[in-house]
């Protein structure tokens, strides 16, 4: 299925622990045409210098908006990085082939 992303939709990563182990864990799982969804703490990852690596492996990267405002954390500026709302969430997962949470 091809989404708003642009590419296949692979598998949707939902990360909600900030950066740490968990994240380390993640970036040798990705693959083609996989999203990471940045949610509830995960969004704290926005200015750590994992973010980089899960950028370079070419997943696209998005974070939810509501659990931005909740958190204080300002939108991302870095390029690539989509900021989502709840709508465009249950878009993502019905695009995507499968979902792990993280």
């Known amino acids: 299925m091809i ?3 642009g590419t296949e939709m692979g598998v949707l990563h ?4 900030p950066p740490g182990p968990v994240w380390e864990s993640l970036v040798p799982r990705l693959g083609d045409g996989d ?28 974070a939810l908006a509501p659990d931005l405002v909740a958190r ?13 709302d709840y709508e465009e ?6 695009a995507c082939v499968r979902i792990l949470s993280w």
Do not use: K, N
């Not at 204080?72 to 989502?84: D, F």
């Open 14 to 17: 939902l990360l909600s622990q």
């Open 72 to 84: 204080g954390v300002e939108p991302p500026g870095a390029e690539g990085i989509r900021v989502i």
């Open 35 to 62: 999203r990471v969804l940045l949610l509830g703490d995960g969004v704290y990852g926005l200015r750590h210098p994992l973010l980089g690596r899960l950028q370079d492996t070419g997943a696209g990267i998005a």
């Open 3 to 5: 989404g708003s992303w």
């Open 89 to 94: 969430f249950v878009d993502l997962t019905v």
